[in-house]
């Protein structure tokens, strides 16, 4: 017999209303997840956006060819996603940057020299891009950005980066390729997080050592770069996939490269090792398509 058959009617009433409250109150939980999933209305246009300005949280203003940000976006105070990409923006007003809630921040594509010290105060970001701009300097207040996964800046004028990028401990994806940057700061294995890293198109003779600490690689991107030998950390990045190395300058293959044995893809072309030395780690890496 069930333990609620043995209580008596008294106990049964209050047992059996709880039963139907809980799958009430599971239908109303289930219910607001559903609401919460509905994704979020994008506006396109400032008109359409400033008749409800509370409910805005994704204002997409790309490919309207301002010269600069609106300060009708002032108004918004739920915004959580902005892209002002493919515009023709040379700077950025300090209202932007009191935007609390903002997460996702896109001002690739246009004409900005710099990025404002400010730029720390944005602590909900988690997706940044400021691609295909004239940027020669990230702000050091970068670090503050502890939630941040996401950083692009590819296509700018960079030539180094900020002493404490590396706090950035919960970067995920990281691209900086076609920029200026001749080195890696020692303590670049502290982002430990790093999933995805372009660095193509720089001009790095060398990696630290640290760099093996990125266990969680999968992707990198190396080419067009000085390199001429890889750290002997390297053979520790064991989950990487996709290497590309094409466009360096080594004559000889590094001995880290045989320990990576889930590799998929690695790109060595445009190089100048023997033929019989790529021969060899094919040999050793069976699975890995190799290109030479």
């Known amino acids: 017999m069930l333990l609620w058959q043995r209580k008596s009617a008294i106990l049964m009433i209050p047992v059996l209303f709880i039963a139907i409250n809980c799958q009430t109150n599971s239908a109303k939980t289930s219910d607001k997840s559903k ?22 949280k994704v204002l997409k203003l790309n490919f309207l060819n301002l010269t600069q940000v609106p300060t009708e976006i002032n108004n918004f105070k739920n915004l959580e996603v902005l892209d002002l990409s ?52 990230i702000p050091d207040t970068l670090s503050a950005l502890d939630r941040l996964e996401t950083f692009r800046a590819v ?91 094409s466009h360096n300058n080594f004559n000889s293959l590094p001995a880290s490269l045989n320990d990576l044995l889930a590799l998929e893809e690695l790109r060595l072309d445009n190089n100048r090792i023997q033929k019989n030395l790529i021969l060899d780690l094919k040999n050793n890496l069976k699975e890995t398509k190799v290109i030479y």
Do not use: C
């Open 35 to 56: 609401k919460d999933r509905t994704p979020p209305t994008v506006y396109r246009n400032l008109e359409s956006a400033l008749k409800e300005p509370q409910k805005v």
């Open 155 to 245: 296509n700018n004028q960079i030539k180094a980066l900020p002493p404490h990028f590396t706090e950035l401990t919960n970067l995920k994806n990281l691209a900086l390729w076609h920029n200026m940057i001749s080195s890696l700061p020692d303590d670049f294995g502290s982002l430990k997080k790093l999933k995805q890293l372009g660095l193509d198109k720089n001009a790095l003779n060398s990696l630290p050592e640290s760099f093996g600490d990125l266990k969680k690689l999968t992707h990198l991107s190396l080419s067009k770069n000085f390199l001429a030998d890889l750290p002997s950390s390297f053979s520790k990045l064991g989950n990487l996939k996709v290497l590309y190395l």
């Open 86 to 137: 493919y515009n023709k923006i040379t700077s950025l007003p300090p209202f932007i940057f009191q935007l609390k809630n903002i997460f996702q921040l896109d001002l690739s594509t246009n004409e900005l020299n710099e990025i404002p010290q400010e730029i720390g105060l944005l602590h909900e970001l988690i997706e940044l891009d400021i691609s295909n701009n004239k940027i020669n300097k």
